[in-house]
């Protein structure tokens, strides 16, 4: 991983960081004590900052795409992608999962979420209070004009900022990945956009989002609604 000038609190890789979106899941799922595991451990130790991402994991004999939060002290929280991708059968290898991560850092709230949960608002609404969603992402560049609209929507109408973390390069199917990953504002504001392979960091200030929902608490009017589980 490319060194990092400052002292990150969080580090954001992409959606199957280690392999690339597949659905070969059989030949490169690993447990949770393979090596992509221990390595984010290995690296949350060496910047004492949070590291996260999704890989590709084999479980009870299912496959989950499933984003890890990896913490410095070696624990770890997890999170398996609940929206799977069927216009690339997705669902058809992989687990869903059923239940949000919502974690805990230096006072902030924070949703993760990986890469297709994006367009499923009701999924991610902002019943939690969150402050920060994150998103892990191989989306692709022909459809980028949704991945940054989206992202503006869904900071904008849960009052939190969102990041998103999007792949870059050609997958060998032909199918492109320009990254385009951003960091908005709660008010919608972009705030940072990379194009192409990059590091970057940004500071986030907690006081926009306790400013914007004192003046603007629509929050408070949302609609409350329970979400039934799939049936798998």
């Known amino acids: 991983m490319q060194a990092l000038k400052g002292e990150p609190d969080i580090i954001v890789l992409p959606e199957m960081f280690s392999t690339g979106f597949s659905m070969n899941a059989f030949a490169l799922a690993e447990p949770m004590h393979g090596d992509s595991v221990n390595w984010m451990r290995e690296q949350a130790q060496s910047y004492s900052a949070v590291i996260t991402g999704s890989i590709i994991i084999e479980e009870d004999g299912k496959y989950y795409n499933r984003l890890v939060w990896m913490q410095p002290d070696g624990s770890f929280e997890q999170y398996d992608k609940r929206h799977l991708f069927s216009m690339a059968d997705e669902e058809k290898t992989y687990s869903p999962g059923n239940k949000k991560l919502i974690v805990e850092l230096k006072g902030w709230k924070i949703c993760p979420m990986v890469c297709y949960d ?80 990059s590091v970057a960091e940004i500071e986030l200030h907690y006081e926009e989002i306790t400013k914007m929902r004192r003046h603007m608490p629509f929050l408070k009017d949302r609609d409350n609604y329970e979400i039934k589980d799939f049936e798998l």
């Open 118 to 197: 994006l367009r499923f608002p009701a999924w991610i609404r902002n019943h939690e209070m969150y402050d920060l969603l994150i998103f892990a992402a191989n989306w692709p560049e022909k459809r980028i004009k949704h991945w940054t609209t989206l992202l503006h929507a869904r900071a904008i109408e849960n009052e939190s900022y969102a990041v998103g973390v999007n792949r870059v390069g050609n997958d060998g199917n032909g199918i492109i990945h320009s990254g385009s990953s951003m960091a908005i504002s709660p008010m919608g504001e972009t705030l940072l956009e990379l194009e192409g392979e």
